[in-house]
């Protein structure tokens, strides 16, 4: 069984739905609007009206991603590559691209730029860049700092960037981790909330190893990262304004460097091994070796599967295990401001 909670932003209200459908939870993507499935290299969408997928498109799609706001694919068709942009089931915009390679792509986005990427046995290199200039221009504006023209071309093409191949992508607002086979974390992108993991508060526009891991976080992470080390520990780095990061013994709200979380059994005192750690914009959710579920962050829209809208704040400070759940949690995916669940039957 696999269970959806959080926002329902076509209705615009906080619901819980159960899917009709038994899919592990990579082949499922999730926007702020939107559920997306891919099957068979088929990608479908979810109708909130008829609660039920339906097709999106006839293409064959080589590799999908998606960011906040949108669903991308990356598709072939005759002798030119084609990146497709999807908010819920309508077409933004097509980008026909000029690569030549076409074996091992993998598309990734954040909010500001989409790559494809080629992932080989001697290491990873970008093929294409596409620059959301005004995107960019907005977040600096923000930052109230002044744009460099050459920081819109944020990376080299066609370069070996990561020396290995990597088995595992994770993107977030503004930055990208990668895990190598040999369990080497790199990070890319905007730092400016730690979320690169390098020890500084800033950008980096090189892939820099940054730690060691068994596994990153999957979902959509807004400005914090995490991963699972050798012995099954969560760590956590970046941006902790909604409780993310949990409890921290940072004095800055921007934690820098990869941070364990120290997470105990309440009987023993000993560590709880973590299995999978999934992102949202600014929530966190926790699967044990044990199949049990923990949950801390911004809780809006009950994506922590627990109700606490009758408080005036809606994070929760410290994990919290959801009992509702013990033992029969397989898989979690976090949307920006959504959670799913996969069941045991």
């Known amino acids: ?7 329902n932003a076509i209705e615009m209200k906080t619901e819980r739905i159960q899917l009709d459908i038994d899919s592990d939870l990579d082949q499922i993507y999730l926007t702020i609007e939107s559920i997306y499935l891919m099957v068979d290299s088929k990608a479908l969408f979810y109708d909130w009206s008829d ?21 991308w694919c990356l598709i072939r068709t005759n002798n030119c590559f084609q990146i497709i942009q999807y908010s819920y089931n309508k077409i933004i915009e097509i980008f026909s691209i000029n690569i030549s390679e076409e074996n ?11 790559y494809v990427f080629q992932n080989l046995s001697d290491g990873v290199k970008c093929l294409f860049e596409l620059r959301t200039k005004q995107e960019l221009e907005k977040k600096v504006a923000e930052m ?28 977030g607002k503004e930055h990208i981790l990668a895990l190598s086979e040999t369990g080497h974390v790199y990070s890319f992108g905007i730092g400016t909330k730690g979320q690169l993991g390098d020890g500084n508060i800033q950008n980096y526009f090189k892939f820099k190893k940054v730690a060691e891991a068994k596994k990153l976080c999957n979902g959509s992470p807004g400005w914090h990262s995490a991963l699972l080390d050798q012995k099954n520990h969560c760590l ?10 949990e409890s921290t013994n940072s004095e800055s709200v921007f934690v820098a460097k990869p941070t364990l ?4 059994d309440q009987i023993t005192n000993k560590p709880i091994e973590i299995d999978q750690v999934s992102l949202g914009s600014k929530h966190t959710l926790l699967v044990d070796t044990n199949h049990n579920l923990y949950a801390f962050g911004w809780n809006k829209y009950n994506q922590l599967f627990f109700d606490n809208q009758q408080e005036e704040e809606n994070d929760v400070e410290c994990a919290l295990k959801i009992s509702e759940f013990d033992e029969k949690v397989v898989q979690v995916k976090c949307g920006p401001w959504s959670t799913i669940l996969r069941l045991k039957n």
């Open 236 to 245: 956590l780095w970046g941006w902790n304004s909604n409780s993310q990061l």
């Open 144 to 171: 109230e700092v002044s744009l460099n023209e050459d920081s819109l071309s944020t990376i080299q093409l066609n370069k070996i960037l990561i020396p290995e191949k990597c088995v595992q992508f994770t993107t």
């Open 104 to 114: 091992n792509l993998v598309i990734l986005s954040t909010d500001i730029n989409t």
């Open 1 to 7: 069984m696999i269970l959806f909670q959080g926002l």
């Open 51 to 71: 609660k039920k997928f339906k097709s999106l498109t006839e293409h064959t799609i080589l590799s999908a991603c998606s960011n906040t706001n949108y669903f």
């Open 261 to 264: 979380l120290e997470l105990k």
